[in-house]
């Protein structure tokens, strides 16, 4: 019990060192304190995932939901309004070039048969919010740059989790058709957007009038915890309602809501310090957690990982490519946005489903996956780092322009 306090008081020292490092050296504080959990879970076995339970699983969102919000509350929405088309365009090429190389690689190089191994490919469809965000706030990017990650991760997410979830029915016996699919995947975003945005000019308006609400400098982050837990147990996507809450609150106030909503500010200073503490709190448990996640239980799943990966990162290349030409995208832009490739806790959820509802074959899209997640979080750092680094990257862009300096601004190119 004493050696977990002196770990718990060490770790949070120990991340304030590594956010510090990641600023000077670039080098990610994420991949080292995934490294790290792998280290003290699958290698020396101080940390068992499965002696956590449902607080692990708890946490995890707990973090991603904090993550979101911060990073909904830096978007605003004339950039959203930009880069809306374009975010829509990679996160749709994302997910199918990652579905079509998982599944099928899955389907040819292991025993899963090819309803499982579709299965596996919608999995691998998203890049990780929790992953991005953070990583975005240290890296020298353009806002619409940004602004398209962002929109892309928490995108993409809905896209696994629906996919996921109708696929999952399938395999159970369920009845359900591709339109219903495409239905319940629409219905879902405008509905949890839609949430969203109605619950954060609520919650602005009541700390407008109520001053005891506003004084409490948790409000904010308990009234979010409370609408994603309600947007979950109403079967809604309670990450993209977060998202579009923060996107709310950051762009308040408004002019064209000044007259039916007469707000001060969505977020108040010290209320987004206090986020920006507890996410450095949550964010060093999460990735700890994911690394004590990882079971590279033989060699072959250990290449299969490898493979994954390395398809995913080319599968990245080409998204890039399709998403934004060089004419309307610089090359240390088309570099940024190639180098953001991380999966994490939406896949990580998916992943371990089909186990937890004991269906054949399961266990063997959990390890593939879960050996995935922090290899493509390892390929992340190395090349978001080398993307920093003049020349790291950009001769894979050759044909790219330097940069597009001459457009102003409010110009920015649309990728």
């Known amino acids: 019990m004493y050696l977990g306090f002196l770990i718990t008081g060490s770790l949070f020292f120990l991340g304030h060192a590594l956010r510090r490092m990641f600023q000077i050296t670039k080098i990610p504080d994420l991949l080292i304190l995934t490294l790290f959990g792998f280290i003290a879970g699958p290698i020396l076995g101080w940390i068992n995932p499965a002696d956590l339970g449902q607080s692990g699983q708890f946490l995890s969102e ?43 690689s899955l389907m040819l190089l292991t025993p899963l048969p090819l309803p499982m191994a579709i299965y596996a490919g919608f999995c691998l469809g998203s890049t990780s919010s929790a992953i ?33 979830l109708f696929w999952l029915d399938v395999l159970a016996g369920g009845d359900l058709t591709l339109k219903g699919f495409v239905s319940q995947m629409f219905n879902m975003t405008i509905a949890s957007v839609a949430s969203g945005v109605v619950f954060g000019l609520a919650l602005a308006v009541a ?28 079967g809604f996507n309670g990450a993209l309602a977060v998202l579009a809450l923060g996107m709310t609150l950051g762009n308040l106030p408004n002019k064209k809501f000044e007259n039916l909503f007469p707000i001060e500010q969505g977020m108040t200073h010290s209320e987004h310090e206090l986020l920006g503490e507890l996410i450095f709190l949550l964010k060093i448990f999460f990735f700890i957690y994911l690394g004590a996640l990882v079971r590279f239980t033989n060699l072959s ?19 890039v490519r399709l998403s934004a030409p060089p004419k309307r995208t610089s090359r240390t832009d088309a570099v940024t946005l190639f180098s953001m490739f991380p999966r994490g806790l939406a896949c990580a959820v998916v992943a371990s489903l089909p186990l937890q509802k ?19 979080i390892i390929g992340t750092s190395v090349f978001s780092y080398l993307a920093q680094k003049s020349g790291g990257l950009e001769a894979l862009f050759p044909s790219y322009p330097e940069s597009l300096a001459a457009e102003p601004e409010t110009n920015a190119p649309q990728l």
């Open 62 to 104: 707990m973090a991603l939901v904090a993550i979101l919000l911060e990073g909904g509350f830096t978007l605003k929405f004339s950039l959203f309004r930009e880069h809306a088309a374009q975010s829509l365009k990679i996160s749709g090429l994302t997910f199918v070039t990652s579905f079509i190389m998982g599944g099928v």
């Open 132 to 164: 991005v965000i953070p990583m975005l706030k240290f890296l020298t990017a353009p806002d619409h740059v940004k602004t398209v990650l962002t929109l892309e991760s928490a995108l993409t997410d809905v896209l696994v989790i629906v996919s996921g």
């Open 207 to 234: 700390k407008k009038h109520y001053p005891q609400i506003a004084n409490l400098r948790f409000s904010t982050v308990a009234a979010v915890f409370l609408i994603y837990g309600l947007m979950g147990m109403m």
């Open 301 to 319: 799943v250990v290449l299969i990982s490898v493979l994954l990966t390395v398809l995913l990162i080319l599968g990245r290349y080409l998204c």
């Open 358 to 376: 004991g269906i054949a074959q399961g266990d063997l899209i959990q390890n593939y996956i879960f050996a995935t997640v922090p290899l493509t």
